[in-house]
């Protein structure tokens, strides 16, 4: 098994939440509340979740660009939360992002030579100055983008395009890990496989490893190894793709499944479809024990009270990481 | 202006199956600064009562000018229809003064917007904005008002009605915002509903509550339902009859179950093929190439061949012919669909 190179544990990000004329402390937005998550080399870890479950607090927790409140990382051996400045931006080239939104997260006002050579000029030693052009060039032909157009601005290009140009900026620096939180979801459906097909190709090719945040479940088994599911700042079942989809045991999962609607109208009808009741509580205030337990068809007595551990648990073909008292597959 | 004609014929009840809506040869564009965008070149179809029509296309296909044309709302200018029928139980929209339109839209056409939060008004309560509707329409006073919209608010399934009714759009989640839009569209009790991108918005638990709701709320009341997406998994869900637009033009019509079973045109094949599977994990996406057009200037003949697996010189220079009838309910807008041919994806 390939090395471990990314791994947070106990993570916690909690936000305060200020009112009155002092703007004191009332409360804590509980946005990841004790998150363990490890990253081999090579692999694709996907995060998925319900909007406001914390799964991109988590991506930016992962990449130190939030500190988190408790817990420990480690990147790459080093305890990432302990490091100077210095050292945090040397750290840094190795993991970075691609972000959601390519409308916002370009800046419109500079070419798209300047965009992609920005991490060139922040980490001055990864390429001579004389050097970048080119470079810059040949990131733009490997996202699938010509070349010449180094000089355009972000505008001329559609969204797709754009997204393949916040890819070349994240590979840059030649990184291990890419976070791409939610890098396909603004896309059209045929420009989204255009991309996916483009991260699948630049993985085989730099042996990069992918924290890959979405909410839309198929993409993310199209492109994961493993999954990690999260309800409420909690994982609460993760585990090998096949495990998650093919025999999830948290109520959760099986829920999010179900509710996906399949694109084959003869599996209409929903026999065996899940429709949960209600929203998803407010991470400020979260239910006790099981925070599932307010929308779980499952919950008994002790859900309310005790929290269930998420450790590995039987799946019918093996053994997964699930964070039910009554996990089990369903029938 | 038959201003007391129609209305008459409008308010005999509507029976399954009578066409409520006709839209014919529709063409819209938008006159910009920067040019001619042909954001609909004639689009036709029909509606049904008790029917589900889902409109199928990506971003700039036309698929939400279509519906705001139906509805009578485009932004006018830059938006102009220059051609075409929308006929409401045989009579023509278009034709109507702005006075005539207005008695059409929430009581016989209503709608559902993308972005509930944005579609409400932010400094009213939700219960007095869904009353507006029947105080403005129906000329009741307000308590009478508020009574109805505490029902449809009950209706559509948000909690607490009468308390939450006092609340503000800020206060609900993105769902029950959802909800409260239905509860409006519904309020008058039209008889086509046009949802436009109705869960895009929410997650997916809550996605499937709200077309759920929407599906029951259209048996219950047998309205004509155009379902406006880009979702192929919804529409599998949810739909009847789909026609699918590609650069404002309707490429492919079709029963639902035709159409994800041998889809004729390459543009809709190329679609279901392109999307991600939840029970499937395959190798690449046999992703569409290129990009869609842009509608300032459209290639020439058909709109989609430089993107197309399947594409002749011919295709460049001829624009397709818009319908070549397949069978039964079932046209495609391509110079290589042949009628009656096993046209199957395993080709």
Redesign the interface.
């Known amino acids: 098994m390939s090395q471990v190179i990314l791994r947070g544990s106990a993570l916690e990000k909690h936000y305060p939440v200020k009112a009155g004329l002092f703007r004191r402390t009332v409360g804590q937005v509980r946005a990841v509340d004790g998150v363990d998550i490890e990253l081999r080399a090579g692999e694709t870890l996907g995060l998925v979740g319900e909007s406001g479950c914390g799964k991109s607090t988590l991506g930016r927790l992962l990449m130190c660009l939030e500190r988190p409140t408790g817990g420990q990382l480690e990147i790459l051996g080093r305890n990432a939360l302990s490091l100077d400045g210095r050292s945090l931006r040397r750290l840094r080239r190795d993991v970075q992002i691609v972000f959601q939104d390519p409308y916002t997260s370009l800046n419109p006002r500079r070419t798209v030579g300047d965009i992609v050579a920005e991490p060139f000029r922040i980490h001055r030693d990864v390429a001579p100055r004389g050097d970048i052009r080119r470079r810059v060039q040949e990131l733009l032909d490997q996202v699938g983008l010509n070349p010449e157009h180094i000089n355009r601005f972000p505008h001329q290009f559609s969204g797709g395009q754009r997204q393949r140009i916040g890819i070349a900026r994240g590979i840059a620096l030649n990184p291990k890990v890419l976070i791409c939180d939610e890098p396909v979801s603004a896309l059209d459906v045929s420009v989204q496989a255009q991309v996916v097909n483009l991260l699948r190709q630049l993985q085989r090719d730099l042996g990069l490893a992918y924290v890959f945040i979405a909410h839309d479940l198929a993409v993310v088994r199209h492109i994961s190894d493993r999954v990690a599911v999260m309800y409420l700042g909690k994982i609460v079942e993760q585990g090998d793709e096949a495990a998650i989809y093919d025999r999830p045991t948290h109520p959760y999962t099986q829920a999010l499944l179900s509710a996906v609607p399949t694109p084959d109208p003869k599996s209409r009808g929903g026999e065996g479809q899940i429709v949960l009741t209600g929203d998803v509580p407010s991470p400020a205030d979260p239910p006790s024990g099981c925070r599932f337990h307010t929308r779980c068809w499952l919950a008994q007595e002790r859900c309310s009270q005790a929290e269930p551990v998420l450790e590995a648990r039987p799946d019918g073909v093996g053994l997964h990481a699930s964070a039910c008292h009554f996990a089990a597959v369903r029938v | 202006m038959a201003q007391t004609k129609h209305p008459a014929r409008w308010s005999e009840p509507v029976e399954v199956g009578d066409v409520l809506l006709r839209v014919e040869g529709l063409k819209v564009e938008f006159r910009m600064r920067e040019g001619v965008a042909r954001a609909i070149n004639g689009v036709s179809f029909d509606l049904a009562a008790g029917q589900s029509l889902a409109i199928l296309g990506?971003?700039g296909s036309g698929k939400s000018v279509t519906a705001q044309a139906i509805m009578g709302i485009l932004d006018s200018p830059p938006g102009f229809v220059t051609a075409g029928r929308v006929l409401y139980r045989g009579v023509d929209l278009l034709t109507l003064p702005e006075r005539e339109r207005r008695k059409v839209r929430g009581a016989h056409i209503a709608m559902i917007f993308q972005d509930a939060l944005s579609a409400l008004n932010p400094v009213f309560p939700v219960g007095w904005q869904i009353a507006e509707m029947m105080r403005v329409h129906r000329g009741l006073n307000r308590s009478d008002a508020q009574e109805q919209a505490i029902r449809l608010m009950e209706r559509v399934r948000i909690p607490a009605a009468r308390q939450r009714a006092r609340a503000y759009p800020h206060q609900f989640?993105?769902?029950?915002r959802q909800r409260v839009m239905i509860a409006m569209a519904i309020a008058l009790d039209p008889v086509v509903l046009i949802a436009d991108e109705p869960t895009t918005a929410l997650?997916?638990?809550?996605?499937?509550?709200i077309?759920?709701l929407l599906q029951e709320l259209q048996e219950e009341r047998q309205m004509g339902l155009i379902l406006i997406t880009?979702?192929?998994?919804?529409?599998?869900?949810v739909?009847d009859r789909i026609i699918v637009m590609y650069a404002g033009g309707l490429v492919e019509e079709a029963d639902?179950?035709d159409l994800?079973d041998r889809p004729a045109h390459p543009y809709s094949r190329?679609?279901?093929d392109?999307?991600?599977?939840?029970?499937?994990?395959?190798s690449?996406?046999?992703?569409?190439?290129g990009?869609?057009p842009n509608l300032l200037r459209l290639p020439t003949g058909c709109a989609f061949h430089p993107?197309c697996p399947v594409a002749q010189a011919r295709c460049r220079v001829d624009p397709p012919p818009p319908r070549v009838e397949l069978g039964p309910g079932r046209a495609a807008a391509c110079h290589f669909v042949v009628p009656d041919a096993d046209f199957g994806r395993s080709a």
Request: cysteine-free; charged content about 20%.
């Open positions: 990506e971003s989640s993105g769902g029950m997650d997916v638990t809550v996605q499937a509550q077309m759920r880009h979702d192929l998994g919804v529409v599998a869900d739909a639902v179950l994800y190329g679609l279901l392109s999307i991600p599977r939840l029970d499937q994990k395959g690449d996406l046999p992703a569409i190439g990009l869609p993107r």
